[in-house]
């Protein structure tokens, strides 16, 4: 079974940075996509960027010029470093592989 955990969620001021950290583990032969989502109060789960085997990246359009996706097939690690934070961008975020979320970690961006 396999079992994502997120981290690296926190407290930010508008216009600071993060980096989500998502630990992949379990029985699997390569990480293949992994994705980013994320959950703002009272809205829906929403793409935030994804990855593939290849390293091609596909960003939603406010995560573009922002936000970068990477992976590490080694470590089985998938990051998400975000810049420029803004308070819109103030969500639970999501790792996500094939049928497997993970739980999530609240990012705060606050005045």
Not at 55 to 62: E, K, M
Request: net charge positive; charged share 20%.
């Amino acid at each position: 079974q396999v079992q994502l955990v997120e981290s690296g969620g926190g407290l930010v001021q508008p216009g600071g940075s993060l980096r989500l950290s998502c630990a992949v583990s379990g029985r699997f032969v390569t990480l293949a996509l992994v994705a980013w989502y994320r959950q703002g109060p009272g809205n829906q789960r929403e793409l935030v960027a994804d990855i593939d085997s290849d390293g091609r990246a596909n960003y939603a359009d406010f995560a573009k010029g922002r936000f970068i996706i990477s992976r590490d097939d080694v470590r089985k690690t998938v990051s998400l470093q975000m810049n420029s934070l803004k308070p819109e961008d103030t969500a639970v975020y999501y790792c996500h592989r094939y049928l497997t979320w993970g739980q999530g970690t609240q990012v705060t961006v606050y005045s």
